[in-house]
């Protein structure tokens, strides 16, 4: 984009999405504006904050097999932060992003939390993609006490007063999507895959609980791979072999273009088999390619195809920034809703303190976001809804089902 088109950007992204995204994130603005809103009276804990400018970190991996997934984080995150620059900022200060790579690697991501919060004093973070980088990043965030927007659907079981989490959680995603495809395909018997860390193998343990305890299915074959391997011939044979009703899986990152690509090749494409993924989103089908997994079906509270007005403005001004080619997922989708939530609980705390903004969160309605009505709930987690998609061959989805509001329940009984 040139610098003029980028200019053009900010100086019109509120009178489109943002002005619209500004009614219903700040409702607490105006009371808050009229209070004392000088530097020693918003922030008395010593954050990255002037009269004119408050830091923040955007800490996600740019480079590495995750990039894949992240990138679009990254771009959402900025995206929000220049329309909300460019309708004044927030409590009158403009936001400056200081932006970290956690590279793909988890102990990366918890050495640049510890430099963005003790270093730079940043006054929250939007950051992390998967369970591993949240896990080495939340010890950090906790003794420091920072501020973490985390934006990626997750396995649950997890509750910090430092953590926002805007993607969804386990009953929210995984037991709502294999809820429908038990009901939709009459599926009894599933073979799990996934790449090997913390939240494929907690959510395939969720999985397997719920299809042989409440679904009376058959787990015919649990299966785990490094992340960013690409050599899937074995598990392919042995699915054949199988011939389960649906393939579950929960392949990551860059892992995935090879995965699909050869179930393909391998003749194991829609109609042939049913396939239901919680991990791949708009931003993975960009490098995997629509035509390697058209007909096959993803679980997810967001996608790109949605119908109605707030997304519609999303989408345009989204492309408008990033390029026409470019692509929102789901963690695309959450990632943008956190500078907008951050905004609306600092000026409803009146404060950039970590404490009276995370304090001043739960219970706030965003009837404003792209996947529609979302609540903050006390667990910090957002009510939303699940939405399963069919993938096209142009890499965009068709919405076959959309859930009722679901509460989140991230210690669920009886999973844990």
Not at 212 to 236: C, K, M, P
Request: charged share 20%.
């Amino acid at each position: 984009m040139s610098k003029t088109s980028r200019r053009n950007f900010i100086k019109t992204a509120g009178a489109l999405l943002g002005a619209s995204l500004v009614m219903g994130l700040s409702s607490g603005m105006n009371s808050a504006l009229a209070a004392d809103t000088s530097t020693a009276a918003v922030n008395k804990t010593k954050l990255a904050v002037t009269d004119k400018t408050v830091k923040v970190g955007i800490l996600h991996s740019a480079t590495g097999t995750m990039a894949i997934s992240e990138t679009g984080s990254i771009q959402a995150e900025k995206l929000a932060i220049a329309q909300i620059n460019a309708m004044g900022g927030i409590l009158g200060r403009k936001i400056e992003v200081i932006q970290e790579d956690g590279a793909s690697d988890w102990p990366t991501f918890a050495e640049k939390s510890r430099k963005l919060l003790v270093s730079d004093k940043v006054a929250t973070v939007f950051g992390c993609w998967t369970s591993a980088s949240r896990k080495a990043a939340l010890p950090v965030f906790e003794k420091e006490n920072g501020l973490l927007f985390y934006p990626t659907f997750y396995e649950g079981l997890e509750q910090s007063k430092n953590v926002f989490y805007t993607g969804q959680e386990a009953t929210q995603q995984i037991l709502a999507g294999l809820d429908w495809i038990a009901k939709e395909k009459k599926a009894k018997t599933y073979y799990l895959i996934g790449s090997d860390y913390i939240w494929p193998r907690t959510s395939m343990k969720i999985a397997r609980k719920h299809i042989e305890q409440h679904l009376g299915g058959t787990v015919v074959g649990e299966e785990y791979a490094a992340l960013g391997d690409t050599q899937f011939g074995s598990v392919i044979n042995k699915i054949k072999l199988k011939k389960p009703d649906v393939i579950y899986a929960a392949v990551v990152g860059g892992s995935n273009v090879a995965w699909f690509k050869q179930l393909n090749a391998a003749g194991l494409n829609s109609k042939k088999q049913t396939l239901l993924t919680i991990s791949v989103t708009e931003d993975e089908v960009l490098g995997i390619g629509g035509e390697n997994l058209e007909g096959f079906y993803s679980a997810m509270k967001y996608f790109q195809s949605l119908k109605n007005p707030n997304n519609e403005k999303f989408v345009a001004e989204f492309k408008k920034m990033w390029g026409p080619k470019s692509v929102i997922g789901d963690v695309t989708q959450a990632a943008y809703l956190g500078p907008w939530l951050w905004k609306a609980a600092v000026e409803r705390a009146g404060s950039f303190d970590v404490d009276k903004v995370a304090a001043a969160l739960p219970g706030y309605e965003l009837k404003t976001a792209p996947e529609g009505y979302v609540k903050v709930e006390k667990n910090h987690h957002l009510s939303s809804k699940l939405r399963v998609g069919k993938w096209r061959a142009d890499g965009q989805a068709d919405v076959v089902y959309e859930s009722d509001l679901i509460m989140p329940d991230p210690f669920p009984k009886g999973y844990q």
